[in-house]
């Protein structure tokens, strides 16, 4: 069974940084790909970034700039989130989702075709 669990959320001023982590288990094939999304208040869901594996070949992408950054320890299981310039814009909670034998860019994927989904964490930047 696949497992997700988010955490590195938190409290941060204005211009802060926070790495998110989201915790994976139970994939089965290797070509699996997972993605960040968050949801602000008064907002819909947004992706923010993915990774995947394409023909066995690691890719990322992110969605809403240069300020996020995806990265991954398969070594781990991880999967991370690396936000910069925090504004109180980016407050929300983020999740993160995964698919599994997906063989394509994870910038293909929407929102619905994401199997299963972590708790989330929530990321809160002070004004």
């Known amino acids: 069974q696949v497992q997700l669990v988010e955490s590195g959320g938190g409290l941060v001023q204005p211009g802060g940084s926070l790495r998110l982590a989201c915790e994976t288990s139970g994939f089965v094939d290797a070509e699996y790909a997972v993605g960040w999304f968050r949801q602000s208040p008064g907002k819909e869901r947004e992706r923010v970034s993915c990774?995947?594996?394409?023909?066995?070949?690691?890719t990322y992408s992110n969605f809403l700039g240069g300020r996020f950054t995806i990265s991954n320890d398969d070594a781990k299981s991880m999967v991370y989130l690396q936000i910069t310039g925090l504004n109180p814009e980016d407050t929300g909670v983020y999740f993160c989702a995964a698919v599994d034998d997906w063989g394509h860019s994870c910038a293909a994927l929407s929102e619905h075709e994401y199997d299963w989904w972590g708790q989330g964490t929530q990321v809160t930047v002070l004004s």
């Open positions: 990774v995947g594996r394409p023909w066995g070949k690691i």
